[in-house]
């Protein structure tokens, strides 16, 4: 059996990820938490930011024809949370199957393989999380399925301009390239799409709910997964906020 994940970020160029630089790289130097602070609340902060600079807000790009291009089983789960962390958690189990999956594919402005300046090595982080002091997160789910017996497979947006920048240390060994728009010889049997709150500004979410309902899959949201979707529409509080600038400064 095999899995199909996607990240939403796929489709959100930043320099950071090895996309272009363009003329305002500073406006995309943004930390990154997975909490409502970094999900939610900071990104009216980073939309004014954009406006200040005259910059038109980047949007998701190139998901429209992007499911077509697989070969993805009648019938089958596309599960579905904020975070890829999630991912860790969806088996051939929860199929009716046993075992690992044969091959997990990653579409992904990142590789979700372990950090080295978070663990030494993938030995390090099983014994961390065998000991109870790490545990599984966005950043190295794919250990999960690795540790489980799977072959993992990380593909890059095609906006990434090369490996070289940033450079890529995965825990493990995994097979890593950039997407020519080939695809998997495989027939998949779930799909997991993230959303990726903390990476993917708010005012992107109604392409998301595009790009989610187009899949050719039966939509599953993981339990227990939290979040609010769409978010708050920050364009419409700044429209707002304008609006009142301009009622105070007529007084």
């Not at 990380?154 to 490996?163: A, D, I, K, M, T």
């Not at 709150?197 to 709910?209: E, M």
């Not at 429209?239 to 400064?249: A, D, I, N, Q, T």
């Amino acid at each position: 059996m095999h899995l199909l994940v996607v990240d939403w970020d796929f489709f959100y160029s930043t320099p950071a990820a090895g996309g272009p630089l363009g003329d305002h790289p500073e406006l995309f130097s943004w930390p990154v938490a997975e909490d409502p602070v970094h999900v939610e609340a900071i990104w009216l902060k980073r939309l004014r930011a954009f406006v200040a600079a005259g910059v038109k807000l980047p949007r998701c790009e190139g998901y429209e024809d992007f499911w077509g291009r697989f070969d993805i089983n009648v019938g089958a789960k596309v599960f579905y949370a904020d975070s890829n962390a999630w991912a860790s958690q969806i088996f051939p189990s929860d199929l009716g199957g046993s075992g690992p999956w044969e091959s997990v594919h990653l579409y992904d402005a990142h590789h979700d393989c372990g950090y080295k300046r978070n663990d030494r090595s993938f030995a390090a982080w099983k014994r961390g999380v065998l000991s109870g002091e790490k545990g599984i997160s966005a950043e190295n789910w794919m250990l999960a399925h690795y540790w489980n017996g799977s072959h993992v497979f990380v593909h890059f947006p095609s906006w990434r301009e090369s490996l070289a920048r940033p450079v890529e240390e995965p825990l493990i060994p995994v097979s890593m390239r950039i997407d020519n728009g080939s695809v998997p010889r495989v027939a998949f049997d779930a799909v997991f799409l993230c959303r990726s709150g903390a990476w993917v500004p708010s005012w992107c979410d109604d392409q998301f709910a595009e790009f989610l309902h187009s899949c050719p899959a039966c939509p599953v949201e993981v339990v227990g997964n939290v979040w609010k979707q769409p978010r708050d529409d920050v364009r419409k509080m700044q429209r707002l906020w304008e609006k009142l600038l301009s009622v105070s400064s007529g007084d």
